[in-house]
Every structure is written in C-alpha cells, then in structure tokens.
C-alpha cells in the first residue's frame, strides 16, 4: 500500500533516483513526498535527523537512510519481483564493493565533485587532469562490467540489478554534463561494453519513468548553478 511505503526526496536527485527504481523494479506502490534539499524541512529534520539529507524511505513508520543502503534494505523486505542483489556471496560482494566505489568520496573517481572541477578548471592543463581522471575511472568501471555482467547486458546479467541502479541513477546528469560541456564520455572506441549498457539502461522503463528529460534537468542545472549549489540533494 502506498500509505504505509512513502519516500521523501526530489525529483532531479540521483539518489532519490536510485530509490525510485529499486522500489519500481520491486513493483512497491510508494508515495514521493517533495522536498528541498537545500532547505531542511521539520518533517525532513525529524525523518533523518543525523545526515539531515534525502533521501529517506519510511516503512511503516520507520525511517531508513542512505541510498544504497535504502536499496540494500528494498531488497530485503519485499519478496516481490526479482532480487536485486546477486545469490552468489563473491558476485554480491562485486556489486556492492563497486558501488562503493562510485560514491566514495576519498577516491579519484567521483562524479559530481570531478565534474563541477571540470566546468571550473582555470587552464587547459588542469582541465586535462580532471578528464584523465574521469576516463581513468570509466575504465575501471568497463572492466568491472566485464567481470560483473558476465557477458550479459546489464551489471545484474540479464535483468537490472543493484549495481546497475548504483550507477544508472547518474546517467540523466551525465547527459546534462555531456551536453554541457560538449564532451562524450561514454565513448564506444574507449568504454564499448559501459557505452552499450548506457544506452540500454536509459532505454528500459525503469530509467524513462524515474528520470526527469534531459532538457529538465539542464533547467535546473543552470537555476542551481547560479546559487552555487549542486544540482542534487
């Protein structure tokens, strides 16, 4: 029942995103209750009041934080629809370690930060850096593609899987980014197997119905830009 599963976040955040797919894929009636990630509402406060931040899932009544972990929890409590994380102990291991590693703020690789370093990067050869940086860590994530899919279409093998959310919930603001600043990095010649799967998870249901158009987001891109805030919550 949607009364008893609500989700408090924003529609353009990545990570309320993320839960979002989790919860369609697992076919959860869920209410999305809108909030400000820049402006902390009672509600918000009461909700998570450690991190203070979206998004959070309540299940009857409780309170569950952290998007990943969100989705790990998903996961466990409903039977319903398929398993997003892997049976096996060494592949879930994979899924959950990467995804990890997409978030983690102490390595190179991290979308937003690298990103908004790109747009401000003050030379040519500071730009150069930053972008050495982002590919760098698109390799890697092709290889753990390779490793984790096992030649299927998606991270999960044949179906959307944990991992795929971790990763998929960014690719409406990658967009964003690579229209703004007029580079493609998903590239088929550099990254075949991670361009491939971009293509197809943007093109599954779970993507189109969770994600806001591209031309949205840039919207917002450039109304968040001008306050010096990122764009998600």
């Given at each position: 029942?949607?009364?008893?599963?609500?989700?408090?976040?924003?529609?353009?955040?990545?990570?309320?995103?993320?839960?979002?797919?989790?919860?369609?894929?697992?076919?959860i009636e869920y209410e999305l209750i809108e909030e400000n990630p820049h402006i902390k509402s009672e509600r918000l406060l009461k909700a998570n009041p450690v991190l203070k931040k979206i998004p959070v899932l309540i299940h009857d009544g409780e309170p569950i934080c952290e998007s990943?972990?969100?989705v790990q929890y998903i996961d466990d409590?409903?039977?319903?629809?398929?398993?997003?994380?892997?049976?096996?102990?060494?592949?879930?291991?994979?899924?959950r370690f990467w995804a990890l590693y997409i978030d983690d703020k102490n390595v190179d690789f991290q979308w937003y930060p690298l990103y908004k370093e790109l747009r401000e990067a003050p030379t040519e050869e500071a730009r150069k850096e930053v972008l050495d940086k982002i590919f760098e860590?698109?390799?890697?994530?092709?290889?753990?593609?390779?490793k984790c899919s096992k030649g299927k279409q998606f991270f999960g093998g044949d179906n959307i899987g944990y991992l795929d959310i971790a990763l998929g919930c960014y690719m409406g603001w990658l967009k964003v980014i690579e229209e703004m600043?007029?580079?493609?990095?998903?590239?088929?010649s550099k990254t075949p197997g991670l361009a491939e799967w971009a293509e197809k998870f943007c093109s599954h249901d779970t993507f189109k119905e969770v994600v806001p158009e591209t031309q949205k987001l840039v919207e917002i891109f450039k109304m968040v830009q001008g306050r010096g805030k990122p764009a998600s919550g």
């Open positions: 029942m949607a009364s008893c599963v609500q989700l408090l976040g924003a529609s353009p955040s990545p990570y309320v995103n993320r839960v979002q797919m989790a919860l369609k894929l697992k076919s990943l972990l969100i409590a409903w039977n319903n629809g398929p398993s997003l994380l892997p049976s096996d102990a060494q592949d879930a291991y994979l899924a860590g698109l390799v890697l994530l092709e290889k753990a593609f390779l600043t007029s580079i493609k990095f998903l590239d088929r």
